[in-house]
């Protein structure tokens, strides 16, 4: 524990680093006067608006997505939905402060804490992101192969575009045999030595490696089922970029559906990349860079940028104060 943690500071110093660089470089090619004018442009009720529809997004539809993969392959309890979008707050309360590795150690415990197997918790996260990658993928080739104007060259744009639809349609093929069951033994017994590694577990937990023999595990129902976690996914990058549309929109920049999408893909990658802390600098730099390649000026992308900033804190504010109602509270000790 000693060497993980002495480990994570040499980590945190480099994050607090590239932080820095990327405040530091997004300070220089920024016009303070234009940033302010274009902060004071924004409508509090576009901004209500689009923080609903970003709530709903990136926990509530998420969530489901989670719920959908799980519902079938957990001990039956109740309000199982509601325990998963209680959990998704909270380790998003968890990610404003603290590295990727030690959020999903958080979140696996909770799940682990519902009597949800260990396996299927891998599981679900793998899926998850698959799902969440291959969006991203599909929807920034389309955009580089089919939109007409862009800062890059027309030629280059299509064969990056195309590139990136193939390996979207790559991720969808995969996708459905990403069954732990599914994997060979040797693979499965290398997953479970490297998961038993992860911090925050009080104890070593067991991955069945066992052949598959039940429905849940064949090709069948797994498309079928990632059929149901494809439209909870879509729908909640659809809500996510409507968010980012109706904040470009009060910023009076010219932007269509396919632009917000293209934006919004960007920045969900950007805050994949877990070398800053709690995403600063990237969020806005990647804000700033996608709207450059449509033209936006960079004060419009940044006020995007930390408009989207000020939901994630929101959003984990929810989800501290739904840590701290949902801890016991110690029963007071009789007076003497």
Sequence with gaps: MKAFLK??????????????IAICTIYRITNTEALLLSLSKISPTHVTAAFLLNILGTVALNSAQIYENLKNKTISQPNLYIKLL????????YALFMPAGLTAAVRWKKYHSMNIAHSNTIESIVVNKLQ???IIFMVAGYFFAFREQTQIAKANSTVIGYILISLASALIIVTPFCSLKSLPIPLRRILLSLSNKIPLFSKKYKIDISPA?????????RIRELLKMTLWSVGSFLLTAASLYIICSSLNAEISWLDACFVRAVVSLALMIPISVAGIGFRELSTIGALHIINVPTEIGLACGMTLFIFQILISIIGGVMEISSRPVSPESPNA
């Design 7 to 20: 480990s994570q500071k040499s980590k945190n110093a480099f994050k607090a680093i590239i932080t820095t």
């Design 86 to 93: 209680e959990i998704d707050f909270q380790t998003r309360f």
């Design 213 to 221: 023999t039940n429905q849940y595990t064949s090709i069948h129902y």
């Design 132 to 134: 969440q990658f291959s």
